[in-house]
């Protein structure tokens, strides 16, 4: 079992930026690709970006190319997703999610969250303009 614990969220104005991370509480984090996804009122859940376990393969949904970064510390058990030049648009809650533990990096990096195993409860962030 992983438990998927996000944080960094808030309100910001448009144009701003905001740092989410994502940790879990049995130390395993650097075992598995992470996969952030959001879910705006009324909407479905949709990707954001991925990171393979190494760091190696990192993608994004064209949402967030050129405006968010994901990166890694697997020293500290840690996922981070960047996000600068924040839009109203991009007001959702942000969860970090993994699938099974062999999963491959294709399958949890084409961030269809019905492949989804593990979820963190989400961090809000909401962007005024």
């Known amino acids: 079992q992983l438990w998927l614990v996000e944080s960094g969220g808030g309100l910001v104005q448009s144009g701003g930026s905001l740092r989410l991370s994502c940790t879990d509480s049995?130390?395993?984090?650097?075992?598995?690709?992470i996969a952030w996804f959001r879910q705006a009122p009324g909407k479905e859940r949709e990707g954001v970006s991925c990171?393979?376990?190494?760091?190696?393969?990192?993608d994004y949904t064209d949402s967030a190319k050129g405006r968010f970064t994901v990166s890694r510390d697997n020293a500290n058990n840690m996922v981070y997703l960047q996000m600068n030049s924040l839009k109203p648009e991009d007001t959702a809650v942000y969860h970090c999610?993994?699938?099974?533990?062999?999963?491959?990096?294709?399958?949890?990096?084409?961030?269809?969250?019905?492949?989804?195993?593990?979820w963190g409860k989400g961090t809000l962030v909401a962007v005024s303009s």
């Open positions: 999610a993994t699938g099974p533990r062999n999963a491959t990096v294709p399958a949890l990096c084409g961030m269809i969250a019905s492949r989804m195993e593990f």
């Open positions: 049995t130390s395993t984090l650097h075992m598995y690709s």
């Open positions: 990171i393979s376990s190494s760091g190696a393969i990192i």
